[in-house]
């Protein structure tokens, strides 16, 4: 049983559509996250949920909406895509807050053209 | 902003080496973890030390905590190929980690067979 996992795994997709990528952890865990990778591997967070409502949310473009309809979902809808919205985009989730280890999913390579 | 810079970048060793990776941070802690990210997945906890903490194991793996110098260093023995891999370290601030995890670039180690 795959512990935190997102979908798709790969998007291509065209400049200014909308799109969602799907995650989901089986941990029981209550809080959840969305990093976003850049091409040379930095890892910076976006946002933090914990039991459904938003902790953290960082300073993004308002074209990135998370939804959590509960605790153990975290979905990221981006509207408007551009070409810099290229990146992978990691969920992860942990007990509480940071003071646990994250699990994270496999990761959604996310390719604007 | 970014918190912690890994030192090395890279690092490439004979398989049956030890590797040294070391983590610089800025700020006070209230913990300091390490991942590992293979080539195209995600990250995958390997250890945390807290801050009252100075030396911790687990396995291959040994990590020191100096936070009069905010510095770790992660001490993988005796590589493997399988060990080649980037690896992160990433902090929790002393702020009870609600602000999540802060991670650095990262140090890509490779181990030669």
């Known amino acids: 049983d795959t512990a935190v996992s997102q979908t798709p795994k790969y998007l291509v997709t065209q400049m200014g559509n909308d799109k969602s990528i799907k995650c989901e952890q089986n941990l029981g865990h209550d809080t959840m996250y969305w990093y976003k990778q850049d091409s040379k591997k930095f890892l910076k967070i976006m946002f933090s949920y914990n039991n459904k409502e938003l902790i953290i949310n960082e300073t993004v473009p308002n074209r ?8 153990a979902h ?7 895509l551009e070409l810099g919205d290229s990146a992978v985009y990691f969920c992860a ?21 | 902003s970014q918190q912690g810079e890994e030192d090395p970048q890279a690092l490439s060793i004979q398989e049956g080496e030890n ?9 006070s802690i209230n913990n300091l973890q390490w991942y590992r990210q293979n080539s195209g997945r995600g990250l995958v906890h390997l250890i945390l030390i807290r801050s ?11 990590v020191t905590l100096d936070t ?21 370290c990433a902090t929790a601030s002393s702020g009870g980690g609600a602000d999540g995890l802060t991670f650095g670039k990262g140090t890509h180690l490779i181990i030669q067979p």
């Open chain 1, 64 to 71: 990135f909406s998370p939804k959590s309809p509960d605790k």
């Open chain 2, 19 to 27: 590797a040294t990776m070391n983590c610089s941070y800025k700020t």
């Open chain 2, 52 to 62: 009252n903490e100075r030396e911790k194991h687990s396995g291959r793996l040994r």
């Open chain 2, 68 to 88: 009069s110098k905010k510095s770790s260093s992660l001490l993988i023995t005796a590589s493997r190929a399988a060990d080649t891999a980037s690896y992160f």
């Open chain 1, 93 to 113: 989730s942990s007990r509480g807050s940071a003071n646990y280890g994250y699990t994270f999913g496999s990761g959604t390579r996310l390719t604007v053209v």
């Open chain 1, 74 to 80: 975290l979905n990221l809808h981006i509207n408007s």
